[in-house]
């Protein structure tokens, strides 16, 4: 954490942040602008829109795989409050390759499944908010950190649980904090320390998701990676097997040799592996010998 930050620990999810960071950063009416790489922009900008004229700066044309949003020539609009960003799309298994310049705005990001996954560079944001329950603990948890310079921008209209400003003041107890939430996220931090840092979570990481791109890129198209090479999420593998129905029973089968939670987002179907800091190694090696035993039964 570079100086001139405060981190908040606030109760709730990553979508009470779609709502406060709107509230908090800009005034009613005001213009905000959004990247839409996918599902949870989308729902972040849908939030935001309630009460701000939001600007899409941003999105993946056209018909090649999956990709994140080109980082050159986003046009913020005059004025805009701040320009908001989802690193990692949790569903569609996106990432961003590198962060876009936008200028003077404050740049904020909903690293909500990718924070503490790898070092972030704080310094190149405004805000950056995450929900606790995929790499930080348990639901019920947000964190938010944020510029204090941003800090006066909360109005004095806003409800006092809602107000960063009046919760960096209050040390996040305005009202009483999510304890239990806390203090998993305490033990989890320590953990994190433990295992050498953030650096050591990357290099876990990468490790990981090397493996199972690797097993899918290696199947002969029998598993198809559907997003493009350098936008690959590290931790949310979105594959599919030839057609829909051996999705399925490749998820059913799965799950009886006891791994589970592999069906892609109702939204878009297909799977998805999530790979979050609490996975090690060895599920992923089980996935791998489990995909080339389904392959040699069905391919
Ligand atoms: N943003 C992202 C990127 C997410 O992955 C999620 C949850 N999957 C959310 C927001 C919503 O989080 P919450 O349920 O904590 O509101």
Known sequence: MPDGYRILFLAGGAMHQFAMVPANLATPGGTVAYADSGYWA???MAEAAR?????VVARHEGTQALAA???????????SAY??????ETVEGIAYPGLPDVGDVPLVADCTSSCLTAPLPIARFGLVYAGAQKNLGIAGLAVVVIQEALLARSSASLASVASYRLQAQAASCVNTPPVAALLVTAMVLDWI???????????ANQRKAATLYCAIDASQGFFCAP???GH?????VRFCCANAALDTVFATEAEAAGLHHLR????????????????????????????????????
Not at 83 to 88: A, G, L, R, V
Not at 193 to 203: H, I, S
Request: glycine share 12%.
């Open 83 to 88: 320009c908001h960003i989802t690193p990692n």
């Open 51 to 55: 009460q701000h004229q939001v600007c």
């Open 69 to 79: 949003p080109p980082l050159q020539g986003w046009q913020l609009p005059p004025g």
């Open 227 to 229: 997003v493009a090479l």
């Open 232 to 236: 690959r999420s590290l931790v949310n």
């Open 42 to 44: 989308q729902r972040a």
């Open 264 to 299: 892609g987002h109702p939204r878009i179907g297909g799977l998805r592996a999530s790979l979050y800091n609490a996975m090690p190694q060895a599920g992923v090696d089980a996935l791998v010998d489990f995909m080339a035993h389904f392959q040699r039964r069905y391919g």
């Open 193 to 203: 320390d433990a295992q050498g840092g953030l650096p050591a979570m990357a290099e």
